[in-house]
């Protein structure tokens, strides 16, 4: 399948600091979703993002997909201690969805 | 009333077993999956199935063989089994109508 890459690979924040991990691929996607793994838990499905140009707010998180439908970007506006955990972009290419690495967020209280 | 449930949660067996894993969903969902978690966190596809048809197989070894009795169900057996196959694996599924994927809580496999 086409491969997402995302970076950092990791990221530690003070409490109130703001976050973003980038999502990008060589080629164009069809679609990006976006998925949150607390520690010790599992995936949770966050967003679906599928127009070029695409952006969509759930509270405190802006989700983004770039004109050229090659990249996506998840940012968080002052973070929580509750944010913390892996966050995954994935690509749904027919039935597969493959994930990139993954950016692991760590707040400091 | 959890959404999608797997057995056991934790796993630990000595090389050269056999073990299974069992999976559920209560959605309604048509298409259900197996991932594994690697130690680095990376996530691989490894089965899916669509109304009880394999439809994805990717590079997994013989040893691992998906049952799906249901399309409420898909069950993973892992024959003979080696250290490498430590891993958290997790059950998802999914509508055909679209939609993110709902994972199950995971397996945490250790083979010893």
């Known amino acids: 399948g086409q491969q997402v890459m995302q970076i950092p690979q990791y990221q530690h924040v003070q409490e109130g600091e703001d976050f973003t991990t980038y999502c990008n691929s060589s080629t164009t996607l069809s679609n990006i979703q976006w998925y949150k793994q607390r520690p010790g838990g599992h995936p949770v499905f966050l967003i679906q993002?599928?127009?070029?140009?695409e952006v969509k707010k759930q509270k405190r998180l802006t989700f983004q997909f770039g004109e050229a439908k090659k990249n996506s970007s998840l940012h968080i506006t002052a973070t929580q201690t509750t944010d913390v955990g892996t966050y995954f972009c994935?690509?749904?290419?027919?039935?597969?969805?493959?994930f990139g690495g993954g950016t692991r967020l760590m707040v400091k209280p | 009333d959890t959404a999608v449930s797997q057995t056991p949660k934790y796993l630990v067996t000595q090389m050269g077993n056999d073990k299974s894993i069992k999976c559920e969903q209560n959605l309604g969902h048509d298409t259900m999956y197996w991932y594994k978690q690697d130690s680095k966190k990376f996530l691989k596809i490894m089965f899916s199935?669509?109304?009880?048809?394999?439809?994805i197989n990717e590079t997994v070894p013989n040893r691992f063989s998906p049952k799906s009795p249901d399309k409420a169900h898909l069950n993973l057996h892992i024959n003979s089994l080696e250290l490498g196959d430590s891993a958290v694996y997790f059950c998802?599924?999914?509508?055909?109508?679209?939609?993110?994927?709902?994972f199950g809580s995971g397996t945490r496999l250790t083979v010893v």
């Open positions: 998802a599924s999914r509508s055909t109508g679209g939609g993110g994927y709902t």
């Open positions: 993002l599928v127009k070029s140009g």
């Open positions: 994935a690509q749904l290419a027919g039935n597969m969805l493959t």
């Open positions: 199935y669509n109304n009880k048809e394999l439809i």
